[in-house]
């Protein structure tokens, strides 16, 4: 039977609340909203916090909203609210291609973007499709609010650069005009991590790219942003010889590894025929805006 260590528990009533708990129980301490990540990692001694701050009840890190140019989205927001909001999906497709294929509606009921982030998985959903979107996270402590890029926020596998008292709050995303975005995976079984995920976003200028965004899932962390797939997508006009070569690029940045879930080559094949079929939809989108 998988049976967490003993450990203290403290519902916080406010943000501050929170950040004040995990400041004075510093790197024992340990965020828990929707568990589903946390909890199996301690079950198997993965993970050992002495204090968990259960941030349930803080409403006011639980909205999607549009404001200055921006899509704001609290920590707090759950798989489900994002699949079923409508801002969401007019401005950032990706998200509702992404949310229907994540885990299961147990998961995607509790589970939250906050959560997602931090945990930096590299086979993760919401990490990809963050990094298309080239987020902005907003990181809080007792000092107040800083600014991170998503690129900065995610350090290496399960590492990201929230320190010890400090909390993840909210995820800024920039509205763009004629922009688009999709996401395509590729998993054994419905609800499944990847075996290879894809994110991109595409903004078009006239008949030109002007801007492209590329996140992996489940390929290795070096590869995750496929800056040169990006570089040579831009300034090009959109076609399949163009998003082709984007494919070639971002298969050959990556690190895959053979496992359960297939073989390296196998996972760079994906990434090609992924990446240029995520670039050509989200091409398709931004043309018709």
Same mark, same amino acid.
């Given at each position: 039977m998988q049976v967490p260590a003993a450990f203290e528990y403290e519902r916080a009533t406010s943000v501050g609340h929170a950040i004040g708990l995990l400041s004075r129980f510093g790197a024992? @301490? /340990?965020? #828990?909203a929707g568990g589903h990540s946390l909890l199996p990692m301690m079950k198997l001694r993965l993970a050992r916090p002495e204090f968990l701050v259960d941030i349930n009840d803080l409403a006011d890190l639980d909205f999607i909203r549009a404001r200055n140019g921006t899509l704001a989205i609290g920590a707090l927001t759950r798989h489900r609210s994002l699949l079923e909001s409508e801002l969401v999906g007019r401005l950032f497709p990706i998200f509702h291609d992404a949310e229907r294929v994540i885990a299961d509606p147990i998961v995607r009921n509790r589970g939250t #973007?906050?959560?997602s982030l931090c945990? @930096?998985?590299?086979?993760?959903?919401?990490s990809a499709v963050c990094t298309a979107l080239e987020a902005t996270c907003i990181i809080e402590s007792l000092d107040g609010p800083r600014e991170v890029t998503i690129e900065d926020f995610h350090r290496g596998p399960y590492e990201t650069d929230v320190g010890v008292g400090e909390m993840l709050t909210e995820i800024r995303i920039p509205v763009r005009p004629r922009t688009a975005s999709a996401y395509h995976k590729v998993d054994r079984k419905a609800g499944d991590w990847a075996v290879v995920a894809v994110g991109t976003q595409v903004t078009m200028d006239g008949d030109r790219i002007g801007d492209v965004g590329i996140g992996l899932a489940a390929v290795g962390f070096d590869g995750l942003h496929a800056q040169a797939a990006r570089q040579a997508? /831009?300034?090009r006009p959109p076609s399949d010889e163009v998003f082709a070569a984007a494919g070639r690029l971002a298969a050959e940045g990556c690190t895959p590894v053979t496992d359960g879930r297939g073989s390296a080559e196998y996972k760079r094949h994906l990434? /090609?025929?992924l990446t240029a079929r995520g670039l050509r939809l989200a091409a398709e989108r931004a043309s018709v805006l």
């Open positions: 024992d @301490a /340990r965020v #828990i #973007i906050g959560g945990q @930096a998985d590299p086979s993760e959903d919401l997508v /831009r300034g990434v /090609r025929e």
